[in-house]
């Protein structure tokens, strides 16, 4: 996370005090591990749909690692590995199991749930960094794919910034991963420009329209583990969309009310050009500081 800061010049943003207070994001995972001390400043409510167990717990490590990224504290490591937005809460809902695998149905029960609380939780940003390919399923997917993409909207219809994760099937075109692939959600895609692993984030188009709309750090990068204050590092457009997500999360602080179209629209008039194609890329890469505060 340290070098995910520095890159993105987040730490500019955090000295001026800009540091995600007061903003909610759930987090759709497989859980988290409230123990660790990065972590214990910021859940704020926990719901399980996949065993229904009321204390918060992360079986897998990777719904701990997410939540490091959005809003660890960074205290075990000393702030070298404080996450995006230290100072925003956490619902997390754990909808995948130990494996890291989940059915559409706990998702949906999720999403419902989220839909249910967002005003009591006061949820404003919803992180999804899972997903599941679109193309040679059985029929009965298909409709769970489609019930999932409208959930979804309907989280956005309400109001909430939905980010969700390209994927890592690529780098063939058409390999974003449902429900990234939905019109309305913000699709995150890896920028790591240098990094051999970079052609796995999957890439457009996605119902004739350009996917991923953004691109952020996601390789290598060091976050929260489900051990005692213990570290990991993990790649994928499942780390680069927790970034974005933290990033949303700091302009939602310093601009309170912001709507939904207009962050997405700050994502696009602010990324920055990789030069990439535009299935690969989106808008670009992720730019902090001016999408925050309206300079590079």
Known sequence: MNNVRKVLKIDELHKRGIKGRGVNVAVIDTGVFAGHNDLRHCIIAFKDTVSDRISAYDDNGHGTHVTGIIAGSGMVSGGLYRGVAPEAGIVAVKALNGKGRGKSGSVLRAIDWIIKYKSKYSISIVNISVGTLAGDIAKSEEIENINLINAVEE???????????????????????????????????????????????GRGPANCIMKPEIVAPGAGIISCSNRTNGYASKSGTSMATPVVTGTIALMKAEHPGISNKMVKMKLRESALDLHYSKQHQGWGMINPVEMVLGKG
């Open 155 to 201: 989280m956005w219809d309400r109001g909430m910034v939905v980010v969700v994760s390209a994927g890592n099937n690529g780098p063939e075109n058409g390999t974003v991963t449902v429900p990234g692939i939905s019109r309305k959600v913000i699709t995150v895609g890896v920028s790591d420009k240098n990094d051999k692993m970079v052609t796995y984030s």
